[in-house]
């Protein structure tokens, strides 16, 4: 079954600088694809980046880029000028072929933390 | 403006009573989905449909139930038999059935037992 790994529980950056969220995924697939979503303090759950794996260039939306690395089945989100609203749970989600990527598997999970 | 639609917002269950959750999109998406949310865990999948009159388990569809009579509305009714209910629910719905177009998703609801 395809699994999701995020191992930072919490992460911290400063208003203005940049940080990396990590997430690993494991298919033994070819294609597949990869999002980013944001939950912040209202609950609601908003699309940040997707990545589809048979693309090269590493997907950008604004400040949000992701650094995959499909050899080593990577998908980090890494966060420029960071600000206030940033702050969240970030969770990485990838759905699995098999299902006819019907199903989403979902990481367990990075909060972020912003100071000013 | 189109979107999804979850209610009530907050919930509460008495012992051996059913529940049910209501989800409304009006952006026309094919496919549905139930997920519930627990804290310091990801989103787990109950139930997703993608078209009318059908719908498959996911990973946790025990205690749960579910219907698809129109393209629009995908409620959840969760059981007596679920045990342990308290969590946050979260309704999604996406655009055709291939998986590779992301979901979108409503605010939630969040049940409690009284």
């Known amino acids: 079954a395809q699994t999701v790994t995020q191992s930072q529980p919490e992460m911290s950056v400063q208003e203005a600088e940049t940080v990396t969220l990590s997430c690993t995924y494991d298919t033994s697939e070819s294609d597949y694809y990869l999002f980013w979503y944001k939950q912040p303090p209202s609950r609601q759950m908003i699309l940040v980046i997707r990545q589809e794996a048979y693309k090269q260039q590493n997907a950008t939306e604004n400040r949000f880029s992701v650094n995959f690395q499909k050899a080593a089945k990577s998908f980090s989100l890494k966060i420029s000028d960071s600000q206030l609203g940033d702050a969240a749970m970030y969770f990485c989600?990838?759905?699995?072929?098999?299902?006819?990527?019907?199903?989403?598997?979902f990481g367990t999970g990075t909060r972020l933390l912003v100071s000013p | 403006d189109g979107g999804i639609t979850q209610s009530p917002k907050y919930l509460f269950r008495k012992e051996g009573q059913n529940v049910t959750l209501s989800c409304e999109q009006n952006l026309n998406h094919d496919a549905m989905y139930w997920y519930r949310q627990d804290p310091g865990q990801g989103l787990r999948l109950i139930y997703y449909s993608q078209i009318v009159n059908d719908f498959q388990k996911g990973d946790i569809a025990e205690g749960y139930s579910v219907s698809r009579e129109k393209k629009e509305s995908f409620p959840l009714t969760v059981t007596s038999a679920q045990k342990n209910p308290t969590a946050f629910y979260l309704c999604?719905?996406?655009?055709?059935?291939?998986?590779?177009?992301?979901?979108?998703f409503g605010d939630g609801t969040r049940l409690s037992i009284l």
């Open positions: 989600a990838s759905p699995p072929m098999n299902t006819g990527f019907q199903k989403l598997v």
């Open positions: 999604a719905s996406m655009y055709g059935t291939l998986g590779n177009q992301p979901q979108h």
